[in-house]
């Protein structure tokens, strides 16, 4: 656990020498949703019907890009393969790095959250502390699947190309452009196996007003989604890049 921690460390000290990463994470995704709600600001009611699931889109973007390419960067300058050479094991990496960039996770919804509600009007029956918890847990999956897409790529240019693979099929079938009830049945049942899917549930939920199991339940899926990849992301883990 101490290793852990040390790894956490060192990351949040290289991430507070890195102003733009920083202003990536705390200040873009906030950027992108005040430039939504200026788009409709004409439009009654359409920034109160999509803002919530922008909520949920923005976040997890960010820290999936983030996270992918700074592991991969630890991978391809050597740095990880001077670390193997000490008691630190994959496991401690992976969750260190889940730890420095959870604990930013928590920044951004904290941020974003009070951008969207204080500065741009956005409208929610439900609490804001469960509208900014889905918020940490979407971008805590984003943070995880960024960390398991790393250790499949070679540059930092493959792990943003797998944004078309993990990223846009899950912004297309999560219910923002049409209902997932909707849809023809094989893409429900797709979208079903989508994480990004249920964190808009649950931020939609909250956005109703609605309590209980129907926040907590797409909630506790999108959070199994998180640790399945963090669970799987060290048994995938190369020490370098070819």
């Known amino acids: 656990m101490n290793r852990t921690f040390a790894t956490a460390g060192r990351v949040l000290q290289q991430l507070r020498h890195d102003p733009r990463s920083i202003a990536l994470m705390l200040v873009a995704p906030s950027l992108l949703v005040g430039l939504f709600a200026w788009l409709f600001a004409d439009k009654d009611g359409v920034f109160d019907q999509f803002g919530g699931a922008i909520l949920a889109l923005f976040p997890f973007i960010v820290m999936f890009l983030i996270t992918s390419i700074t592991t991969l960067r630890e991978r391809r300058s050597g740095t990880l393969e001077r670390l193997m050479t000490t008691p630190l094991g994959k496991g401690d990496f992976i969750l260190g ?3 420095a960039f959870g604990l930013m ?62 990223v846009f099929p899950q912004i297309i079938l999560g219910g923002l452009f049409m209902p997932r009830d909707q849809m023809p049945d094989v893409l429900y049942a797709i979208s079903d196996w989508l994480p990004l899917s249920h964190a808009i549930d649950a931020i939609q939920a909250v956005a109703k007003g609605e309590t209980g199991w129907d926040v907590g339940a797409p909630l506790l899926i999108v959070a199994a989604f998180a640790i399945g990849c963090l669970v799987l992301a060290p048994l995938t883990l190369r020490r370098r890049t070819p």
């Open 97 to 99: 790095y889940a730890l």
């Open 105 to 166: 996770a928590v920044l951004q919804a904290i941020i974003t959250v009070a951008f969207a509600v204080y500065v741009c009007g956005l409208t929610v029956d439900g609490p804001l502390w469960q509208l900014g918890a889905v918020a940490v847990v979407d971008a805590v999956l984003g943070t995880a699947l960024g960390l398991l897409a790393s250790a499949f790529a070679q540059t930092e240019f493959q792990a943003v190309q797998f944004m078309p693979i993990l």
